[in-house]
């Protein structure tokens, strides 16, 4: 089956992207729009992969403590626009612990240079190369999952396999 780590959103973080896509349909930009349940953000492509829960096993090792993601501009790979988000070191390093947990198992996943976005539409077609403002928008990461991308008549469809939570450290921890 085909594998990916991703966060996965909550709804109103979700709202602000539908609005930008919105935003983008307004400005008469076509192209094939992601349906708002498969907004995410990817940390580590697996691709085809047959044991799920060596995957999890090794996902399940993984430590971090809850931290906030901030919608920050847009951008594109060619014809394929993304929201971005704004850069931080616990988002790096929890994509570095989730590559580091794959790679300790051995398993494969695309070592690529990660650039954090979330994908708003694909093959973009437009005149005029859109304006798009970001929406003030955060939320807090307390989890990362495992999902399953499966091709149908529908398009793609991505399925949660299995998370891991963070862990809930105390907000202020008194050092003796
Ligand atoms: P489709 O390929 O049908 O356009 P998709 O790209 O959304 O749909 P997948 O190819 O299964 O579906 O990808 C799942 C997730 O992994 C997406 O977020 C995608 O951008 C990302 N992804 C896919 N291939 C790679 C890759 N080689 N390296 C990094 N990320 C990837
Ligand atoms: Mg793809």
Known sequence: MRLFIAINL??????????????LRSQHVGGNY??????????????????????MDALAGIDFEPFDITLDGFGNFG???????????????????????????????????????????RKARYNKFPELKTRQTSMKVTS???????FGKGGVRYTEVGYAKSTNKPALEIKK
Do not use: C
């Open 34 to 55: 992601s349906p708002i349940e498969n907004l995410h953000i990817t940390l580590a492509f697996i691709g085809e992969y047959p044991d799920p829960d060596d995957v």
């Open 79 to 121: 014809d394929l626009f993304w929201a971005g988000l704004a850069k931080t070191e616990v988002l790096s390093s929890l994509v570095k612990k989730s590559r580091h947990a794959l790679a300790d198992a051995g398993i494969p996943y695309d070592r690529k240079k990660f650039t954090p976005h979330i994908t708003l539409l």
């Open 144 to 150: 990362v999952s495992l999902m399953r991308s499966d």
């Open 10 to 23: 909550d709804d109103n973080f979700k709202s602000a992207l539908t609005s930008m896509q919105d935003d």
